[in-house]
């Protein structure tokens, strides 16, 4: 009608975007003390108390930057515990700021639980984004950018690595096509290679090293070339996998399970493998995997 307005009434999720945050993530330079942005600087000077996992990894940044915002630990062991009086101070009107070590608070570092339950309370969570090893390394590769999948640290073990990985390969027969990246330690790595090479074949793959630091390096190759590299020279710094999408293949998977069952019910692992590579004309290093999956039981 003429001279009559109407509103919509904001959502509750406009309402929290326009208040300041209850609980800010803030993104922390993985090497480069650097790369701390102005907004980053800004929301943890504003912040009533600074969550981090090593007060002894985060006092420096701070005091770089003139940062004297309170320190509080918060990590993987004491994260459960902590989470229902954080959520009470919040509720009473202090504003909390949370930090990974290094990059990406949440990404492979704790905060889930104090985020899902800050957002169930009705509070308001925010970010400041900023440095992220996955993604650095992902765009360095010279592999595809997307899609991909981060899966966090593998296993440290070798029976449990290479039973992620041959879950990774299961999820791929079904369809998935996808960049892997990873995580992992330095004096594992060598080890992580060669298993990622007996599941998952020979792929293009690269591996970051010291990103954003002095030393930085980015060794990019097959994977059994990167294992030998690194099986004869002990990696050093933080250190981030990114390996190629499966490659496609001729073969349907119905022909490569039904060719694999006829050669297993006969043949060893490694022999049936072999013949099924060739007929097929496919990877053998695939094969195997598959065989492996097979003989396990896996789907």
């Known amino acids: 009608m003429s001279g009559v307005t109407s509103e919509t009434p904001s959502s509750s999720s406009d309402a929290l975007s326009r208040r300041p945050p209850d609980l800010v993530l803030v993104s922390t330079p993985i090497g480069n003390l650097g790369d701390l942005s102005p907004r980053a600087v800004g929301a943890l000077r504003d912040a009533d108390m600074i969550l981090c996992e090593d007060t002894r990894v985060t006092a420096p940044l701070l005091a770089q930057h003139g940062i ?56 308001a969570v925010s970010a400041v984004p900023g440095p992220n090893a996955a993604l650095m390394a992902l765009a360095l590769s010279g592999l595809p950018p997307h899609p991909f999948l981060f899966n966090g ?65 980015v060794r990019r190759g097959g994977l059994a070339a990167l294992a030998a590299h690194y099986a004869a020279h002990e990696a050093r710094g933080e250190i981030t996998l990114v390996i190629g999408p499966a490659p496609q293949t001729s073969a349907s998977e119905e022909e490569l399970d039904e060719a694999l069952g006829e050669a297993l019910a006969r043949m060893t692992i490694r022999d049936a493998a072999a013949f099924v ?23």
């Open 153 to 217: 640290f593998l296993p440290p073990r070798a029976a449990a690595r290479r039973s992620a990985l041959q879950r990774v390969v299961a999820a791929e027969h079904a369809g998935l096509s996808a960049t892997l990246v990873f995580y992992e330690a330095p004096h594992r790595l060598a080890a992580c290679l060669e298993d990622c090479l007996a599941v998952l074949g020979d792929r293009p793959a690269a591996v970051g090293r010291e990103l954003t630091k002095r030393f930085e390096e």
């Open 68 to 123: 004297v915002t309170k320190l509080q630990s918060f990590h993987d062991h004491n994260e459960e515990s902590r989470t229902a009086s954080l959520i009470a101070m919040m509720q009473d009107g202090r504003r909390l700021a949370l930090v990974s070590d290094a990059g990406a608070p949440l990404i492979a570092d704790p905060g889930y639980r104090l985020v899902r339950a800050a957002i169930e309370a009705g509070l």
């Open 277 to 299: 590579a060739r007929e097929l004309d496919l990877p053998r290093k695939q094969v195997y995997a598959r065989a492996l999956s097979l003989k396990a039981g896996s789907p």
